[in-house]
């Protein structure tokens, strides 16, 4: 390969790569508390389902987790019941050895959602990110909740997850559910869900 050519590659696969970190980056200083309300309506889709698999590789040399979601439902209607949802968000489940005596360390960031084969999730999906293509919840580990034995939460234990928000009008099952906010259940918080998915529109 010439010279030229190679260092042509080179500079692209970098350039690649640092656009992912930036991207990462952005986002990630954007980290802020949500509520319900504002997960619903900066969300491109709300999927329900179970996660099938959970890789990881590189893409253009950037780390990535690739995750597939068999679709339960989608609340917001963007994505087909029984389909599957499969998206790549920045960074590798684990080190990884390079084969070369080196370590590569770029795991998934602090504060982004974490994922396991065979869980049953309530997924806030962020639109993509448009160099990349990768995605990953709105508001990081805030728009991830697993659903276990009829209950829901996520990684902060639903920590500020009805501040801010207008409750007047909402049933005495939702109003209990935001009395006793820690492990929520599933049913009652979908039906939200539902609920504030259709009046975002």
Known sequence: MPLAKMFSRISLLATLTIAALLSVSAHAMKIKQQNLEQLVSTSQSIIMGQVTSVTDGFQN?????????????????KVKEDSEYTFRQFGLLKPRSMGNGKVYLGVTPEG???????????????????????????????????????????????????????????SAEEQNMITNPGSMSAATFVGLVGKLAEESK
């Open 61 to 77: 040399g950037a780390p990535y987790t690739e995750v597939t979601i068999r679709v339960g439902s989608d609340a917001k209607g």
């Open 112 to 170: 982004f959602a974490k994922w396991h084969e065979g869980e049953q999730v309530v997924a806030f999906m962020y639109k993509k990110a448009e160099m990349t293509g990768f995605q990953t919840t709105t508001g990081m580990a805030q728009g991830k909740f697993n659903v276990s034995n009829n209950m829901v939460t996520n990684a902060f234990n639903n920590h500020g997850l009805f501040e801010g928000m207008d409750t007047s009008n909402l």
